[in-house]
């Protein structure tokens, strides 16, 4: 039946071009030589009488594209009256065109597609809610994996902090209002809670030995635990001062742990402890730390940013990315992300904008005419993959919004979006080849797999 589906929208594709050359415009697109045509088919049964088409027409060469613009959408329906007969199938070649289905050439954001999230009643592939926005990204997407919701739990207030454990084929992450951490089993999908009480910790991740480093809110400290159970206390003071609340760590290779503090957990007792200072900077100034691997020595390596949150290294390590969410609390903070030059694994230098975290999305006005609008939420915890690109949770706009967004490293041009139901707080790689994608969403454990690796250990 798939044979037959396929070569009926060839013909459909095949007759709506033959329509096309009375405009002028497209005459120019087809004579400027093989156009490439993707498309896909909404209904459930090839034998309806009506079968809607979308076809999306990406222009092969500059001057088609100056003909009909980036991108020519026809939405249509036809009649079936066409053979049927097979002429072959490749599922592959099938599989990796189907990844590109309702592709445009502009981050235009659409709404999540309703389903049943609970898994007995699966979403047609492909996964409708991986949005491809520039062709680089079509290559990560995979035509035939869904978006999972491996857990929720009413119990369970805002999810964080996810790490992978590679030798134990675990998920671990944090429940920071509730005070624990959680942790998911690769063999069954069995979760429980791993750690409590937690110290109100946020970020999670593992060193290279395996061992476990969080941060924590309500103690306002970054600690280790070791094979033996004990807890080693890494960093908890910074200038004779207390830390805000440290937020999010990452590993380098030479040992060292870099982590933020943007004050979070002191900004409320929900999260940790409410400092009474009354400020939005509760003990010190936000700022950005390293924790040397051999001689435990604590640098601060920049202030210059208003409330770091999550972060990572690019693959080489030679760049550090770290997502701002002061726009919490001051009103000039940008929504982006930012990146550093990092200087003989130690220091920063060059620090500036990487991504704006801001998306033209279509609105419906009170008329019912649909209107383009900006809207920006804000970046949380973020990871980088073995090509570089930055996969960002993203949250506090909406639907369409709220989920992943992915940037490519040159420009941080937004390239794709993973849209979910609940706002994303943060992700990371994980499984026995890095090639799943976790992401910790409120009240729930999403994960994804994708055609790309995670550039680090977790």
């Known amino acids: ?26 005459r120019a697109f087809f004579e400027a030589g093989p156009a490439r045509i993707i498309f896909y088919s909404e209904v459930h049964d090839i034998q309806d009488s009506i079968l809607p088409i979308r076809v999306l027409f990406l222009a092969p060469t500059a001057r088609a594209a100056h003909a009909l613009g980036d991108s020519f959408i026809m939405n249509t329906t ?36 309703p389903r049943d999230w609970s898994g007995k009643n699966p979403t047609r592939y492909p996964e409708p809610d991986v949005l491809v926005l520039d062709p680089a990204f079509a290559k990560y997407k995979i035509g035939n994996t ?14 964080e902090g996810p790490a ?30 791993f750690r409590k009480p937690s110290g109100n910790s946020n970020g999670n991740t593992f060193d ?18 070791e094979y033996n159970g004990k807890i080693t206390v890494l960093a908890d003071k910074f200038g004779g001062k207390q830390f805000n ?53 604590l640098t601060q390596v920049t202030d210059e940013i208003f409330k770091p949150n999550g972060l990572c290294f690019s693959p080489d390590y030679k760049k550090l990315y770290v997502a701002d969410t002061g ?24 620090g500036k904008e990487f991504a704006s975290m801001k998306l033209e999305m279509e609105e419906q006005d009170s008329n019912g005419a649909i209107k383009k609008v900006v809207k920006a939420g804000m970046a949380d915890g973020i990871r980088c993959d073995e090509d570089g690109n930055i996969w960002s949770s993203a949250g506090w706009v909406g639907a369409g919004y709220d989920g992943v967004h992915i940037f490519e490293p040159k420009e941080g041009k937004r390239i794709g979006q993973i849209l979910l139901p609940e706002i994303c707080s943060n992700v990371c790689f994980g499984g026995p080849k890095r090639n799943r994608l976790f992401m910790t969403a409120s009240q729930s454990l999403f994960a994804v797999y994708v055609e790309t690796k995670g550039a680090h250990i977790t």
């Not at 869904?146 to 999810?159: E, G, N």
Request: net charge positive; glycine share 8%.
């Open 245 to 297: 609340a440290p937020n999010d760590a990452v590993v380098h290779p030479d040992g060292g742990i870099w982590f933020t503090d943007p004050g979070y957990g002191s900004l409320m007792n929900y999260e940790g402890n409410k400092a009474k200072t009354g400020s939005v900077q509760p003990i010190q100034k936000e700022a950005v730390y390293r924790i040397d691997g051999q001689t435990g020595k």
């Open 78 to 113: 036809h009649t079936p009256k066409v053979s049927t007969k097979s002429h072959g199938f490749n599922r592959r070649a099938f599989l990796a065109t189907a990844t590109l289905a309702g592709m445009g050439c502009t981050a235009i954001a659409k709404q999540g597609t």
């Open 164 to 193: 992978w454990n590679g030798a134990g084929r675990y998920l671990l992450w944090s429940d920071i209002p509730n005070n624990h951490q959680l942790r998911w089993l690769e063999e069954d999908g069995h979760v429980s809670i």
């Open 208 to 225: 290279y030995q395996g061992r476990q480093i969080s941060c924590e809110h309500g103690n306002r400290r970054v600690v280790r635990y």
């Open 327 to 350: 726009s919490s609390h001051y009103l000039a903070a940008p929504k982006n992300i930012k990146v550093w030059d990092v200087i003989n694994s130690v220091t920063l230098k060059n």
């Open 1 to 26: 039946m798939r044979g037959k589906a396929i070569c009926c929208c060839v013909a459909i594709v095949i007759a709506v071009a033959n329509r096309l050359p009375t405009n002028e415009n497209a």
């Open 146 to 159: 869904p978006i999972q919701r491996l857990y929720t739990s009413p119990k369970m207030l805002w999810a």
